[in-house]
């Protein structure tokens, strides 16, 4: 079946670093467009970063850009999200999703999702 | 960047009565090019990843039960559970993908009155 693994979450204390895979299995990896969403204790879903099927074109949420890298190995069918000078407010739990892509190049959903990682950030 | 609000925060509707969740955008999401609009809808349970509904505004993902509906363009959006069962109880968002970043509503909480 479809399914979506991510790893790499844990405690790092602030200004460090980590990497988040996501490791997917079931489906022709690809061809799909591939999300972060994270989601901080308590609250709702923020958006984070896309990265196109061929790892050519990527798009970042404001408050991570600079700072966080996605990027994807299609030959191995894993998905990675970089964060680099992690902040207290980068606590959460991150999700990788498959998007989707119309005829017009344009993303429009999110249709299988990982169970989550949880990264928290303290000193 | 394109901010998404839900109304209400939350709200509780007695079994089989109707649910109305409403997203609104701060521009519109209508992709003129194809009369699209990039809005789509989840439902996120305790513990769980969120499940798509809905996509393109009112397609319903495959799967998904026909009491669930989306409606509406341009900036004002609804989502409607037409007759609320008890495994409907959870948190349910909107996203648009017409621009990025591809922005969440706050998300609603559906509870049983």
């Known amino acids: 079946q479809v399914q979506l693994v991510e790893s790499g979450g844990g405690l790092v204390q602030p200004g460090r670093s980590l990497r988040l895979s996501c490791a997917t299995s079931g489906f022709t990896f690809s061809p799909y467009p591939m999300h972060w969403v994270r989601q901080a204790p308590g609250k709702g879903l923020e958006w984070v970063a896309v990265i196109s099927y061929n790892g050519t074109s990527k798009f970042y949420q404001d408050s991570v850009r600079g700072r966080f890298s996605i990027s994807r190995d299609n030959s191995q069918k894993i998905l990675y999200l970089q964060m680099n000078s992690l902040r207290p407010e980068d606590t959460a739990v991150y999700f990788c999703?498959?998007?989707?892509?119309?005829?017009?190049?344009?993303?429009?959903?999110?249709?299988?999702w990982g169970q989550g990682t949880t990264v928290t950030v303290s000193s | 960047d394109i901010v998404m609000t839900q109304s209400p925060d939350s709200l509780a509707v007695s079994l089989g009565e109707r649910a109305t969740i409403n997203c609104k955008s701060s521009?519109?999401?209508?992709?003129?090019?194809?009369?699209?609009?990039?809005l789509a809808w989840y439902q996120q349970k305790p513990g769980q990843p969120p499940k798509l509904l809905i996509y393109?505004?009112?397609t319903r993902e495959y799967g998904v039960p026909d009491r669930f509906s989306g409606s509406g363009s341009g900036t004002d959006f609804t989502l409607t559970i037409s007759s609320l069962q008890a495994e409907d109880v959870a948190v349910y968002y909107c996203?648009?993908?017409?621009?990025?970043?591809?922005?969440f509503g706050p998300g609603t909480k559906v509870q049983i009155k």
């Open positions: 521009q519109s999401v209508l992709y003129n090019s194809n009369n699209k609009n990039y």
């Open positions: 999703a498959r998007g989707r892509r119309d005829g017009y190049s344009r993303y429009y959903g999110l249709d299988v």
């Open positions: 393109w505004a009112s």
């Open positions: 996203q648009q993908f017409y621009s990025s970043p591809f922005t």
